[in-house]
């Protein structure tokens, strides 16, 4: 699979922004439906954090408690796009997102988006 990220950039403290992810690579064996997509996200010197996922098969989905409430995750099967809506942005969202997909032990990762939130 190959995803690309999209949809970053500079935005005020309470603010709105949308990211997407565009995934291709999927066949008949690998279905759209079978896929785990999520979002994640890194500052320097910290790790990797989940911020939120959809099961692309019975569209349940996971935030992560910072998060609650204020982004909301999507996919699109007809466009194989997911899309992380964020609202009431604060300076503590300012990081690179990455989306990856997962089914059963492979993943895949985007190559990031810079989000940068000023107060």
């Known amino acids: 699979l190959q995803l690309v990220e999209s949809g970053g950039g500079l935005v005020q403290a309470g603010g709105s922004m949308r990211l997407s992810c565009a995934v291709s690579?999927?066949?008949?064996?690998?279905?759209?439906?079978?896929?785990?997509i999520g979002w994640f996200r890194q500052t320097p010197g910290k790790e990797r954090e989940g911020i939120a996922c959809?099961?692309?098969?019975?569209?349940?989905?996971y935030y992560e408690n910072s998060v609650k409430g204020r982004f909301t995750i999507s996919s699109d099967g007809a466009r194989n796009m997911v899309y992380l809506q964020m609202n009431s942005l604060s300076p503590d969202d300012t990081a690179v997102y990455y989306c990856?997909?997962?089914?059963?032990?492979?993943?895949?990762w985007g190559q990031g988006t810079q989000v940068t939130v000023s107060s």
């Open positions: 990856q997909a997962v089914r059963e032990g492979r993943q895949y």
């Open positions: 690579g999927f066949n008949s064996e690998l279905p759209w439906n079978s896929w785990v």
């Open positions: 959809i099961n692309n098969g019975d569209s349940s989905k």
